[in-house]
């Protein structure tokens, strides 16, 4: 949590406007895609946190399991929502991995 980006991605959070913020959430969590993953048929790499209290493994195995193209997931030693604030070192080897393998070559 020292890491300048977290704080300035913090201080921007916290001195948004309640009626966006409010916005933001709605939008969010009243969006419902799920009948339109199917439709997803591009390749995905699915990089999730091992302990994110907002979107737990599960989700990322849902969609795994949902997509309709080829992907794979890949859960991170690291906890947190944004990993590639909390934790950037664990997550740029993992970006680059998947940036020059393919899903193919990864499972």
Known sequence: MDSMAVQEFSRTLFNMRPDIALSLVQTIFLSY?????????????????MKDLAVPVVVSEYLHQNLGGESIVEVVPTGG??????????????????????IADLE
């Open 81 to 102: 929502h944004l990993p590639q604030l909390r934790s950037p070192d664990i997550l740029i080897p993992v970006l680059l991995n998947h940036i020059r393998y393919s």
């Open 33 to 49: 895609t799920r009948h339109i993953l199917s439709h997803v048929t591009v390749p995905c790499h699915i990089i999730q946190s």
